[in-house]
């Protein structure tokens, strides 16, 4: 399976569109369901957190870092429509919300703590990197912390195997099976017989009794996400630039992560 | 969205984050339900040092409440008298939730829906920067 290349002469904002938000809509069920352990070091952080702190998840997907401390008042904003979907459906006491990373919908200096997970790396500038963390920033009070991950450059024994000396920026397949976009495909005939057949496919939803279906299974469909790996040392630089001072860093689990505080 | 969400969200335009006007942001058409939430005294006491308490009683007002006091009360969740206005404050706080409506900005004037108990900030291109 061949990678198709990022088209040379698209703009940051339409590779963004194309390669992150529009992907992470199509894959949102699939990639919520993958989505459920909270990493070591987010989860110490959030507990580490004074109690009844109020903070920000941006980037939060499926929530699943908005109740991992009870005692904390956190609202979760993403991109994609369809995490935050996700997100609400998991738990509908998640304070979540539609919002792009650059224009976040909150007031400057109010937030005691702000967590970015997994996020950052799909800006597709270096200045788009760093103005997002600034604008985190922007948020939370004189004093307050962040804790910022992006995917590793250095992770040669992981399942992608990238490594020191490849390229950083890069476009990620995620294999779906999507049904849904099957149908949405096939033409009004299908979706007719659907219909017809509607009592029959009630009974095909039962999961003990053996399916056997005329439809062939869907082919996996491969989207592709943008992806900019950090290599060692440029996420507190990064961190730096956008006016921060890094308190702690670190690697986990292939991604390089800091712990920053707002001057 | 909860009550308490509106306390701290604003308008996303850039040039509107640092104005005064667009916080809180001016809601309309809103759809309320109740969700019955467990009842945290202790957390209500720390929110209430933490929220706007002008931009809470302006909130409520646009949805139809007009019963919150001026000045931000100072309570005491030992004291029986207080818990009964923190159950009140509960009440309106966490589990009035807003199913539907609009969310205007007072220094743009941009609209943003909430649609589904979900916020949407996102913003068309030509207000993006």
């Not at chain 1, 650059?102 to 937030?111: A, D, E, R, V």
Request: aromatic content about 8%.
């Amino acid at each position: 399976m061949s990678i198709p290349e990022i088209p040379e002469d698209i703009t940051p904002v339409n590779q963004e569109q194309n390669f992150v938000h529009d992907v992470y809509n199509d894959i949102a069920s699939h990639f919520s369901q993958t989505r459920y352990k909270p990493w070591p070091i987010v989860e110490k952080f959030l507990m580490g957190q004074k109690d009844y702190s109020i903070g920000i998840d941006v980037g939060c997907g499926n929530g699943k870092y908005l109740g991992v401390n009870p005692n904390l008042f956190m609202i979760g904003t993403d991109r994609s429509e369809g995490l935050i979907e996700c997100a609400h459906g998991l738990n509908s006491n998640y304070n979540v919300g539609i919002s792009d990373g650059l224009s976040l919908p909150h007031p400057n200096n109010k937030f005691d703590f702000a967590i970015s997970i997994a996020v950052i790396h799909h800006f597709s500038t270096p200045e788009r990197r760093i103005e997002a963390i600034q604008h985190i920033l922007s948020k939370v009070k004189s004093g307050g912390e962040a804790l910022i991950y992006c995917w590793a450059l250095e992770q040669e024994t992981s399942r992608r195997g990238y490594k020191e000396g490849d390229d950083q920026d890069i476009l990620v397949p995620w294999v779906l099976q999507d049904k849904k976009k099957k149908e949405k495909k096939e033409p009004k005939r299908r979706r007719k017989l659907a219909k017809d057949q509607a009592s029959e496919s009630v009974e095909e939803q039962k999961p003990e009794e053996p399916v056997e279906t005329p439809v062939p299974k869907p082919e996996p469909v491969t989207k592709y996400r943008y992806y900019h790996l950090y290599k060692e040392g440029e996420l507190p630089s990064n961190a730096e630039d956008a006016g921060a001072v890094v308190v702690d860093k670190g690697y986990e689990r292939d991604n390089w992560w800091v712990i920053i505080r707002k001057p | 969205m909860k009550f308490l969400t509106t306390n701290f969200i604003q308008c996303a335009v850039k040039g509107c984050q640092s104005s005064d006007s667009s916080f809180p942001l001016k809601y309309e058409e809103c759809e309320l339900v109740a969700e019955t939430q467990e009842f945290k005294p202790e957390f209500l006491v720390h929110m209430l040092e933490k929220i706007n308490w002008s931009a809470l009683v302006q909130v409520a007002r646009d949805l139809g409440n007009d019963n919150l006091p001026t000045e931000k009360p100072e309570l005491d969740p030992i004291m029986e008298d207080d818990v009964l206005i923190l159950k009140d404050l509960h009440n309106l706080l966490v589990e009035t939730n807003i199913l539907n409506g609009k969310m205007i900005c007072n220094n743009c004037g941009h609209i943003y829906f909430i649609k589904n108990s979900i916020p949407n900030f996102l913003l068309p291109p030509h207000l993006c920067n």
